[in-house]
């Protein structure tokens, strides 16, 4: 039963891990897209076409930050107490 109880703490460990690892990289990738929706915004001017496609790849980013964020609250929901999620 021990042996039981230690695998599947380390299973529960292992997936926060994996949690946390898709948590930065969606942030990293987050961060660039950032960047490259502002450079692209500095180009844009007054193209009504080019404003409109910039603005839907601005509403998908913002999917994006808002999915990210449900995942954040649900990890941190669902942690054990005395889980330092750092």
Known sequence: MLSLVRTTRESI?????IQQERID???????RLRLTLLADAAL???DREAMHR???RIATF?????ALERTVEALLRNAAPGVDLK
């Open 25 to 31: 990289w969606e942030s990293q990738e987050l961060n």
């Open 44 to 46: 844009v001017g007054t």
């Open 54 to 56: 910039l603005s839907l």
């Open 13 to 17: 460990a292992l997936c926060r891990v």
């Open 62 to 66: 913002y999917q994006r930050v808002g």
